[in-house]
Protein backbone atom coordinates (compact mmCIF):
# COMPACT_ATOMS: atom_id res chain seq x y z
CA UNK A 1 0.00 0.00 0.00
CA UNK A 2 2.95 2.43 0.83
CA UNK A 3 4.02 1.92 -2.96
CA UNK A 4 0.67 2.86 -4.19
CA UNK A 5 0.76 5.48 -2.08
CA UNK A 6 4.12 6.60 -3.65
CA UNK A 7 3.35 6.44 -6.64
CA UNK A 8 0.19 8.12 -6.38
CA UNK A 9 1.64 11.38 -5.07
CA UNK A 10 4.45 10.85 -7.81
CA UNK A 11 1.55 11.34 -10.66
CA UNK A 12 0.07 14.10 -8.88
CA UNK A 13 3.03 15.73 -8.51
CA UNK A 14 3.77 15.26 -12.11
CA UNK A 15 0.35 16.15 -13.34
CA UNK A 16 0.20 19.58 -11.31
CA UNK A 17 3.67 20.46 -12.87
CA UNK A 18 2.95 19.71 -16.28
CA UNK A 19 -0.40 21.65 -15.91
CA UNK A 20 1.42 24.59 -14.17
CA UNK A 21 1.51 27.81 -16.20
CA UNK A 22 3.29 31.17 -15.06
CA UNK A 23 4.69 31.54 -11.19
CA UNK A 24 2.62 34.21 -9.95
CA UNK A 25 4.37 37.19 -7.87
CA UNK A 26 3.56 40.46 -6.37
CA UNK A 27 4.46 41.67 -9.93
CA UNK A 28 1.75 39.51 -11.56
CA UNK A 29 -0.82 41.66 -13.21
CA UNK A 30 -4.58 40.97 -11.65
CA UNK A 31 -5.90 39.89 -15.19
CA UNK A 32 -2.95 37.56 -15.26
CA UNK A 33 -3.06 35.74 -11.86
CA UNK A 34 -6.62 35.31 -12.42
CA UNK A 35 -6.14 33.65 -15.85
CA UNK A 36 -3.52 31.08 -14.08
CA UNK A 37 -5.81 30.35 -11.31
CA UNK A 38 -8.43 29.21 -13.74
CA UNK A 39 -6.25 27.17 -15.55
CA UNK A 40 -4.88 25.66 -12.81
CA UNK A 41 -8.66 25.29 -10.99
CA UNK A 42 -9.25 23.24 -13.85
CA UNK A 43 -6.36 21.72 -14.24
CA UNK A 44 -7.25 20.22 -10.72
CA UNK A 45 -10.34 19.32 -11.35
CA UNK A 46 -9.18 17.20 -14.16
CA UNK A 47 -6.32 15.88 -12.05
CA UNK A 48 -9.24 14.62 -9.56
CA UNK A 49 -11.50 12.94 -12.24
CA UNK A 50 -8.08 11.07 -13.26
CA UNK A 51 -7.56 10.23 -9.60
CA UNK A 52 -11.25 8.56 -9.52
CA UNK A 53 -11.22 6.69 -12.46
CA UNK A 54 -8.10 5.62 -11.42
CA UNK A 55 -8.91 4.28 -8.02
CA UNK A 56 -11.93 2.80 -9.58
CA UNK A 57 -10.22 0.76 -11.25
CA UNK A 58 -7.99 0.10 -8.45
CA UNK A 59 -10.78 -1.09 -6.22
CA UNK A 60 -12.47 -3.47 -8.70
CA UNK A 61 -9.23 -4.80 -9.39
CA UNK A 62 -8.61 -5.21 -5.50
CA UNK A 63 -12.33 -7.00 -5.34
CA UNK A 64 -12.17 -9.36 -8.28
CA UNK A 65 -9.13 -10.87 -6.36
CA UNK A 66 -10.66 -11.00 -2.87
CA UNK A 67 -13.64 -12.85 -4.88
CA UNK A 68 -10.96 -15.22 -6.44
CA UNK A 69 -9.27 -15.36 -3.34
CA UNK A 70 -12.64 -16.97 -1.47
CA UNK A 71 -13.83 -18.73 -3.78
CA UNK A 72 -10.47 -20.60 -4.08
CA UNK A 73 -10.50 -21.19 -0.57
CA UNK A 74 -14.06 -22.21 -0.34
CA UNK A 75 -13.42 -25.15 -3.19
CA UNK A 76 -10.76 -26.21 -1.13
CA UNK A 77 -12.27 -26.27 2.54
CA UNK A 78 -15.82 -26.69 1.05
CA UNK A 79 -15.21 -29.49 -1.78
CA UNK A 80 -18.09 -30.65 -3.66
Known sequence: ME?????????????????RGCKLGPDTG???????LIARNEALEEIVRQ??????RLT???????????QSYYSVTHPR
Open 60 to 70: ERSERTLDQSS
Open 3 to 19: SLNGSLAGRVDQMINAY
Open 30 to 36: TRAAVEE
Open 51 to 56: LAAELE
